[in-house]
């Protein structure tokens, strides 16, 4: 399963890469509007800084201005991901990238009839948001399992990228699902690193190490 990050946040993204953890970012209208910076630098840096896909989301909702938009947002990078929302304009808008070979990113799926739509359209990945469905007291992860093995059935080539999520629980069951990839929040992402174990285990560890280091000094 690969792992994006969903922010638009320079630093933060940033502070993960080099781990060899990140595969990609996902960012929206909303995420741009809080780093408060000129979007267009702002999803260039991103571009640049992270090789995998990034998706980039077109904020016109007519057929022709989102492919106009889609079409200068692939023209950035060739990791550039057109994010689209779930519309009939959408998904012609899909069908005709799809067409000229830019990838795309289906946004705001909140069903599985709507996954089917875009996978017909030919998105390269789908996303369906679980967390606003558990928000609305619906189970998301359900609706990510049933596009999951919708799509299996039919071999269908679009990728299921679960998205929403609210914490490291969602990303644990978007695996044993099967999920192609999975986008989280940095304070998500940092939160899969903790265990108490492994906090109290090292300190132990050190402490222990500390006595040794007191009588044999030569050590690497
Ligand atoms: C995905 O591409 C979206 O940017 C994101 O996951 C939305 O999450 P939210 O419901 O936390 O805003």
């Known amino acids: 399963m690969k ?3 969903d922010s638009a946040n320079i630093r933060l993204i940033d502070s993960f890469m080099g781990m060899g953890i990140v595969d990609g970012v996902t960012t929206n209208p909303s995420l741009l509007a809080k780093e408060n910076s000129d979007p267009t630098v702002q999803v260039k840096k991103i571009l640049k800084l992270v090789p995998g896909h990034v998706s980039i989301e077109v904020v016109s909702t007519e057929y022709e201005k989102m492919v106009r938009e889609a079409t200068a947002i ?4 060739r990791n550039a991901v057109a994010k689209i929302p779930m519309t009939k304009d959408g998904m012609r ?7 000229a070979g830019v990838k795309t990113n289906v946004t705001l799926i909140f069903s599985s009839a709507q996954a089917i739509l875009a996978a ?12 606003r469905l558990d928000d609305i007291g619906t189970n998301g992860m359900e609706l990510a399992r049933d596009i999951i093995s919708i799509y299996r059935n039919y071999s269908i080539k679009t990728k299921v990228l679960v998205a929403s999520i609210r914490n490291p629980m969602h990303v644990i069951d978007a695996a044993k699902a099967g999920a192609d990839v999975v986008t989280l929040p940095p304070e998500i992402l940092s939160l899969m690193f903790s265990h108490p174990l492994t906090d109290s285990g090292l300190k132990k560890f050190l402490l222990d190490w500390s006595g040794l280091a007191a009588k044999f000094k030569k050590w690497f």
């Open 3 to 5: 792992i994006f990050i």
């Open 74 to 77: 692939s023209r950035l990078g």
């Open 93 to 99: 808008a899909v069908r005709t990238l799809s067409n």
């Open 120 to 131: 017909k359209a030919g998105a390269t990945y789908a996303s369906p948001f679980i967390g």
